[in-house]
């Protein structure tokens, strides 16, 4: 059974940094790419970055790029999500992803799709 | 940027058919999921690669993509299916790579 827990939410002033964990159980870690999808309060599900994966591959929002890192450490089966220089707008419930396989394209059509998601943890970002 | 255009909300009365829209250019060209939302919860993949179910999902849901719409039919409409329904590509360019949402569809069984 997989098994998605996610970890390192909390409030933070705008501009602080926090580490979001991500420890995956039930299926072999090491073969599948994983993301971060995050949810504002009422709103709707907003894509934040991916990751291959070995690892090699890392994707972003624009919104994010430069101000958040994902990571992997396979061995470890977690994956990682570094927040820095936080904004009231990066407030929101943080959901863990497991790709339903290695993540790919081929012949001009994608296959990277969401087969297994955390709870969630939440970031409030307030002064 | 890709754009994925979802109704906010539709109804549909216990036992009948509802269907959710998912509208984007040329999506026929791209691979579309589909997520089940319910209140408080986290997400749940209720269609896969265009038309495909999860184990454990009923045969009640399904999915098309064609030209500019695909779309997520659930028959039999229950109570236990009201939710927010959400549709999902995999925008991959030259310039970027994306996940892109649509804006999530409430669906109320009245």
């Known amino acids: 059974q997989v098994q998605l827990v996610e970890s390192g939410g909390g409030a933070v002033q705008p501009g602080r940094s926090l580490r979001l964990s991500c420890v995956a159980s039930g299926f072999t870690f090491s073969t599948h790419g994983m993301h971060w999808v995050r949810q504002a309060p009422g709103k709707g599900l907003e894509w934040v970055t991916s990751i291959s994966y070995d690892g090699r591959n890392e994707y972003y929002i624009d919104s994010v790029k430069g101000r958040f890192t994902i990571s992997r450490d396979n061995p470890r089966n977690t994956v990682y999500l570094q927040v820095s220089s936080l904004k009231p707008e990066d407030t929101a419930v943080y959901y863990c992803a497991k790709d339903k396989g290695s993540g790919y394209c081929s012949g001009g059509r994608c296959y990277v799709r969401v087969d297994s998601w955390g709870q969630g943890t939440l970031v409030r970002v307030a002064s | 940027s890709y754009v994925l255009t979802q109704a906010p909300s539709v109804s549909v009365a216990p036992g009948q058919t509802a269907t959710i829209a998912c509208g984007g250019n040329n999506i026929g060209s791209y691979i579309v999921h589909w997520y089940q939302q319910r209140s408080g919860q986290a997400p749940v993949l209720v269609v896969y690669?265009?038309?495909d179910r999860p184990s454990g999902i009923p045969e009640r849901f399904s999915g098309s993509n064609s030209g500019d719409t695909a779309t997520l039919t659930i028959s039999r409409a229950e109570a236990g299916d009201e939710a927010d329904y959400y549709c999902q590509v995999w925008d991959s360019t030259v310039d970027h790579s994306r996940m892109v949402f649509g804006g999530g569809t409430k669906l109320t069984v009245l």
């Open positions: 690669d265009d038309t």
